[in-house]
């Protein structure tokens, strides 16, 4: 079992809808949680860290469950430049900083 | 916000040459960087972690020979792919932590050197 896990998408919606990502850690030890967004070709950049109470940035709400050990995202009202891969990203040790990443959710935000 | 630079950001190459590949925090002093590989479709996968004064910690699998690694100040680190092949062609990308906020585990990634070995 992948110590990340990630829906496996592609997810293809229309502009203006609600999508949702989960992800599950294997690890109940871990400490911090972020998601990442990935365009094409190009390096991640943090969207968002997520913390236990749950926060909202605009449009994106994070969350955590960690008794379920499962974080997940959700876009509303969906942009086309929402389109790009979101990566979940979990570390297991704060002092070694090691982090593990998700294999990653394609978004495709359509006219 | 950190920036965090790379260099070359594409590198073509014959085979059984070395690369070497530059990252800097521009902003801030990193006393520990990450290097990653990606290959197409799939996500980054942690190769070492490069620590300012001592030697990298790699991961199970990579070859430290094959990747050496070199973190001499607290704002550079250098991966060098020795004797590359067609195999080892790649998106490599760096990544900082800033030492001044050592409770944040935000990573502030560079933009990726591309890495094609013909």
């Known amino acids: 079992r992948k110590e990340v896990e990630q829906d496996p998408g592609p997810f293809n919606v229309p502009e203006g809808a609600t999508v949702a990502f989960n992800c599950t850690y294997s690890n109940s030890a871990s400490q911090s949680f972020f998601w990442y967004r990935q365009d094409c070709r190009k390096e991640p950049k943090l969207l968002m860290s997520v913390y236990s109470s749950g926060n909202e940035d605009g449009r994106f709400t994070a969350q955590l469950n960690r008794a379920s050990q499962y974080i997940s995202l959700l876009i509303r009202d969906s942009k086309l430049s929402d389109s790009a891969t979101y990566l979940c990203v979990v570390n297991f040790n704060t002092n070694a900083g090691k982090s593990t990443f998700g294999d990653g959710t394609t978004l495709t935000v359509k006219p | 916000g950190a920036v965090v630079s790379q260099h070359p950001s594409r590198v073509i190459c014959k085979s059984g040459t070395s690369v070497k590949i530059e990252c800097r925090s521009l902003?801030?002093?990193?006393?520990?960087m990450f290097w990653y590989r990606q290959f197409p479709k799939q996500s980054l996968m942690l190769m070492a972690t490069s620590n300012e004064g001592s030697k990298a910690t790699y991961e199970q699998g990579v070859e430290k020979d094959k990747f050496l690694i070199n973190h001499a100040s607290l704002t550079l680190s250098t991966l060098t792919v020795t004797s590359a092949h067609p195999e080892d062609s790649s998106f490599y990308i760096c990544?900082?932590?800033?030492?001044?906020?050592?409770?944040?585990?935000?990573?502030?990634f560079g933009p990726g050197t591309r890495l094609t070995v013909l």
């Open positions: 990544s900082a932590r800033d030492q001044a906020y050592t409770s944040n585990n935000e990573q502030f």
């Open positions: 902003d801030f002093q990193a006393t520990t």
